[in-house]
């Protein structure tokens, strides 16, 4: 594959290539607009050096119990379960995840432009921003499978066109997050330095890496370089508790050996001046359910209602 011209972080290549340091900044915005905004300077200062923040009890447990609600709905719903957009786990008919879940309820969709949410992202971005993604990761007790090492960034450059770092993912435990359950792991620092990864992404790859990922993963040289200079943290917390981390993040998780289930919910926000172009892995672009091309129109909070009655 020829490497475009515009192509930043050039990746899927031919043969390994060394990694560098990233070409954008990790908090965007400047003067007054970062000045103002709710996250304090030594919070940004932590998100500039680690590529993520922790808030424990972000959502109360009312609203908690209402997504997860949702969520046991979403189980029974037979139009639900056969979508494109629901993965289920390799070989099994357990649900992996649910893609597009902002679109399903008023509530989730509520969520996303929660104030609290968008004050935060437009401090980050430095600018409004619109939904690239957003799902709901299941690892059910006894049977939830892991999710290998990779910078979501990447991929959404790779396989959706995302020409600059320039997106962050937000991460609600509906359920309590333990050591033992398979949490969200993140090596810290890693956001700074950009990996190129090996091999040539075959067209509807998606099919195949959203139950696991093969293309898109650093080398072991890579992650062993990374991880021995950064080391790594799982934040845990209980359920309503928030992740924000940056795109360029390393991150993956273990399996879920524990009869305790794990929900996260994950809403990527894209700034609305880092607008997806063509693939630059030189395939056709991956629907719109990982993608979002079509509703990219910057998001408008929506202030005074309560998450836990919006139905």
């Not at 995840?97 to 401090?123: C, K, N, W, Y």
């Not at 990779?150 to 997106?167: L, N, V």
């Not at 650093?218 to 924000?244: E, F, H, M, V, Y």
């Amino acid at each position: 594959m020829d490497t475009r011209s515009d192509d930043f972080y050039p990746t899927r290549l031919e043969r390994p290539t060394s990694s560098y340091d990233r070409r954008d900044p990790v908090v965007h915005s400047t003067g007054a607009a970062r000045k103002d905004g709710p996250l304090s300077e030594t919070e940004l200062a932590r998100y500039e050096r680690d590529g993520f923040l922790v808030f424990n009890s972000f959502l109360d447990e009312t609203t908690v119990r209402r997504f997860r609600e949702d969520l046991r709905a979403y189980e029974e719903d037979d139009g639900i379960l056969q979508s494109e957009g629901t993965i289920t786990e390799p070989g099994k008919q357990e649900i992996r995840s649910i893609f597009g879940i902002h679109e399903l309820s008023a509530r989730f969709d509520r969520l996303t432009r929660d104030p609290r949410l968008l004050d935060m992202v437009q401090q980050l971005l430095g600018s409004d921003a619109y939904i690239h993604q957003s799902r709901i990761n299941y690892k059910p007790g006894f049977h939830g499978k892991g999710f290998d090492w990779h910078s979501d960034f990447e991929t959404w450059h790779a396989e959706d066109g995302m020409p600059r770092m320039r997106a962050v993912s937000f991460s609600i435990a509906l359920t309590d997050n333990t050591p033992f359950n398979g949490p969200l792991m993140l090596v810290p620092g890693s956001h700074k330095t950009f990996v190129p990864c090996v091999g040539r992404t075959p067209e509807d790859n998606y099919q195949s890496s959203l139950k696991k990922q093969e293309l898109g993963v650093p080398s072991n040289r890579d992650l062993d370089a990374l991880i021995s200079q950064n080391g790594i943290k799982a934040p845990t917390g209980p359920a309503g508790s928030l992740i924000i981390f940056e795109c360029n993040t390393l991150h993956g998780s273990n399996a879920n050996m524990t009869p305790w289930p794990r929900s996260n919910l994950f809403f990527v926000y894209n700034s609305v001046e880092n607008a997806l172009e063509q693939p630059f892995c030189g395939n056709k672009p991956r629907p719109d359910f990982l993608g979002n091309r079509n509703h990219t129109e910057a998001l408008q909070p929506l202030r005074d209602r309560d998450l836990s009655k919006v139905g």
